[in-house]
């Protein structure tokens, strides 16, 4: 799989490429035709935010990860706008992978079958 970080108004450290490379293992495990993901992160005034398009066999998705700053939490902002994009991410993949299956049995299918 092909995996392309990229950022604006930030500059991506080994740690947060690192973050997204261990949280897209998931993907792999779900869904086996995943052909890449773009990642875009960004730093705005007041929240860190996380985008990601997976490209995958049929289709393309797209989710977003917003963390606001806060007082109490300023150091992991980016990393759970990251999370929160690979969550989103999951979700939507394990929806594709259940409209593609073919929920029907072929066997019973060809039992019913007068002839």
Excluded at 37 to 55: C, F, I, P, R
Excluded at 88 to 113: F, T
Aim: charge should be neutral.
């Amino acid at each position: 799989m092909q995996i392309q970080i990229s950022g604006q108004h930030i500059q991506i450290t080994p740690a947060l490429r690192e973050r997204v490379e261990q949280q897209i293992g998931r993907f792999e495990r779900l869904f086996d035709n995943i052909k890449g993901l773009d990642v875009v992160l960004s730093v705005d005034k007041a929240e860190h935010k996380a985008g990601g398009t997976l490209h995958c066999a049929g289709t393309r998705l797209h989710a977003d990860g917003v963390a606001r700053l806060e007082d109490d939490d300023k150091k992991d902002t980016m990393y759970s706008a990251i999370d929160e994009m690979i969550e989103k991410l999951a979700g939507q993949l394990k929806k594709h992978k259940e409209k593609i299956k073919d929920h029907h049995n072929s066997e019973v299918r060809e039992s019913r079958v007068p002839g």
